[in-house]
């Protein structure tokens, strides 16, 4: 597709499940971010992939939640035994390079923990 | 340690009116500042970006902002809002090109009366 697509665009799970988020970005764009983006607050960097690495992870809050990108293109956060405090918009995006700040969003995947 | 401060959890202009959202920051090198904004079930978008180069920068729909360093602010103006202005605008910094990081404000909405 010409953006970035994510899906689920909107999910519910319940304190304790297993959720996967998933993103496709712009083809040829070997730069991916996570970011969450909680209620009022500006989006908070997750992790960052260059291909198939994850060049940095240091944005992720614990071992729960864990991003893949397997082939340098789609990639999934995963998140184990989610807790209500996870509940926020998951935002993924896409750049043709590191550090160029132009970065192509997502719509988001809001994640509800009940 | 990088922050950025958004100036206003909300800010309201009449149709037609000066359209002006501040943006401070703290960097202890010379940064890179961004303004996305975020339409209303959309993803957010690259506004524009200073790099540098000249300290006013035009940015898409006739918005363009200031680099003051004198002052760390990058304020966001418009001489003239239009109902397809309301949207929430956020303000980031990276502390260089090759910085894939970015920090980002609480955000604005920006809503329009008629």
């Known amino acids: 597709g010409a953006g970035v697509s994510q899906t689920p665009s909107n999910k519910v799970t319940e304190k304790g499940k297993y959720v996967e988020l998933r993103c496709d970005p712009i083809s040829g764009h070997t730069a991916l971010y996570w970011y969450r983006q909680s209620l009022g607050q500006g989006p908070e960097f997750l992790i960052y992939f260059q291909g198939t690495g994850a060049a940095d992870d240091s944005g992720l809050p614990n071992d729960r939640f864990f991003a893949v990108r397997p082939e340098g293109s789609v990639s999934t956060l995963k998140i184990q035994r989610t807790e209500r405090g996870d509940s926020a918009v998951y935002l993924c995006?896409?750049?043709?390079?590191?550090?160029?700040?132009?970065?192509?969003f997502g719509e988001g995947s809001r994640l509800t923990v009940l | 340690a990088q922050s950025v401060t958004q100036l206003g959890s909300h800010v309201s202009v009449s149709e037609g009116a000066l359209v002006l959202l501040r943006c401070n920051y703290s960097?202890?090198?010379?940064?890179?500042l961004f303004w996305y904004v975020q339409y209303p079930n959309q993803g957010l978008q690259l506004l524009l970006k200073?790099?540098?180069?000249a300290t006013l920068v035009k940015g898409i729909n006739g918005f363009e902002a200031e680099f003051k360093k004198s002052e760390t602010s990058f304020h966001l103006t418009k001489p003239s809002a239009h109902m397809r202005d309301a949207a929430e605008y956020f303000c980031?910094?990276?502390?260089?090109?090759?910085?894939?990081?970015?920090?980002w404000g609480a955000g604005t909405k920006l809503i329009i009366k008629p």
């Open positions: 200073y790099t540098s180069a």
């Open positions: 995006a896409s750049s043709s390079g590191p550090g160029w700040g132009e970065l192509f």
């Open positions: 980031a910094v990276s502390e260089g090109r090759d910085n894939y990081q970015l920090i």
């Open positions: 960097s202890s090198v010379p940064p890179y």
